[in-house]
């Protein structure tokens, strides 16, 4: 990830152009913390934290850096506990799911996220990152700021 905002800061700072125009900072007007981001083609595809919010992970998408669209999302509901419910006196406000992954080999598109609201790990799949549908995996523990090794998954996934 870090590869990759130093790519954007390099860009933006170098005055890259966006529809005939300097791109300005910030380029997203928006809470974008860590992003993941992968290029298909000529499109960038970039996911991101939503923490305790629902519809969660963020899919945007980009043909130039600059101007980014939000697309889809991973997921509509991250789990059935008290804290994602607001039940029982219990909130997940600051936490729920962070530090997405995003990954893209052989046509399909994953996404990977922890919650410690739910002590789980999730990876998302798709074959559209427009439209869907997500299929998801979970598994305990919640591992952490992870990132996803494809040679390796590919055999279990």
Known sequence: MKHYLFLLIILTSQGIQAQGEPAQNPVIFADVPDMSIVRVDKTYYMSSTTMHLSPGVPMMKSTDLVNWKLINYAY??????????????????????????????????????????????????????????????????????????????????
């Open 76 to 157: 509509d509901t991250l789990g059935d506990v008290d804290a994602l419910n607001l039940e029982n006196g219990a909130n997940a406000y600051g936490r729920g799911s962070w530090a997405s992954c995003l990954r893209y080999h052989k046509g399909i598109f994953y996404v990977s996220t922890f919650a410690a609201t739910t002590g789980k790990t999730y990876i998302y799949k798709t074959k559209d990152i427009e439209k869907g549908p997500w299929e998801r995996i979970a598994f305990e523990p919640a591992y952490h700021d992870h990132t996803i090794f494809l040679m390796t998954m590919e055999k279990h996934i």
